[in-house]
């Protein structure tokens, strides 16, 4: 089994920032990719970081310049770190990990259960 477990989501005001942790654990084999997709009410999930096995990250055209992804060295955590943010960025934030598990070696995409950010005045 593997888990993903989010933390750092909350409540903040326009032009502030947060930190989001992601930290993926169980029978992993190799991870491929993590990265961070978002939803918010009556919209569709949607990428907005991901960070490639070779450390490569890639952005959401919304948040570039504003977000950085990131990981620690045993490539197992992932953050978000989000700056400037906008009311527009509220949303639940999911981790996702494309990784492979020691009984079974093939590909697959798994999610966390999602931390709520809320950016208000």
């Known amino acids: 089994q593997v888990q993903l477990v989010e933390s750092g989501g909350g409540l903040v005001q326009p032009g502030g920032s947060l930190r989001l942790s992601c930290a993926a654990s169980g029978s992993i084999f190799e991870i491929y990719g993590m990265g961070w997709y978002r939803q918010a009410p009556g919209k569709q999930r949607e990428p907005v970081a991901i960070i490639t096995s070779g450390g490569v990250p890639n952005y959401g055209d919304s948040v570039k310049g504003r977000f950085t992804i990131s990981r620690d060295n045993t490539k197992t955590t992932v953050y978000l770190q989000m700056s400037s943010l906008k009311p527009e960025d509220t949303a639940v934030y999911y981790c996702?990990?494309?990784?492979?598990?020691?009984?079974?070696?093939?590909?697959?995409?798994?999610w966390g259960q999602g931390t709520q950010v809320t950016v208000s005045s």
């Open positions: 996702n990990a494309h990784l492979s598990t020691t009984t079974n070696q093939a590909p697959a995409g798994y």
